[in-house]
């Protein structure tokens, strides 16, 4: 079934949401339904900017928060995996800690466009 595939891409110029609807300094969980399949990914906001990921670990393809939206640090500067510890760092997604140091979260490229996220 189609439903049950799951997506590591999206294309480009779907809105997401206002960017105020994501804290700053905090990170968001956003599924998208397509006919090919289902896409996990969340948005990490720092002010104005924004980094997104596919919501996939590379040591264990598992999705990273096991709290809805629970994906960065206590201290809000890494990116944290719930499960194993893994730590990526916001910037590029690259493992810093944990069972995948070296491997990297894979890309899920959006920007702020009027407000809006929105994937490119």
């Known amino acids: 079934m189609s439903d049950t595939v799951r997506l590591t891409a ?3 110029g779907v809105r997401l949401a206002p960017l105020e609807a994501i804290v700053d300094g905090r990170a968001r969980n956003f599924v998208l339904q397509m006919k090919a399949g289902r896409f996990h990914g969340f948005v990490v906001r720092r002010g104005r900017e924004v980094a997104g990921y596919v919501d996939r670990c590379p040591h264990a393809g598992v999705p990273l ?8 640090t206590p201290s809000g500067d890494l990116i944290a995996c719930s499960w194993h510890g893994a730590l990526f760092r916001i910037d590029d997604g690259t493992c810093v800690g944990g069972p995948c140091v070296g491997q990297a979260l894979t890309t899920w490229p959006v920007r ?5 996220v929105t994937t490119a």
């Open 65 to 72: 928060a096991q709290k809805l939206d629970d994906y960065l």
């Open 10 to 12: 999206t294309p480009a």
């Open 112 to 116: 702020v466009i009027e407000g809006f």
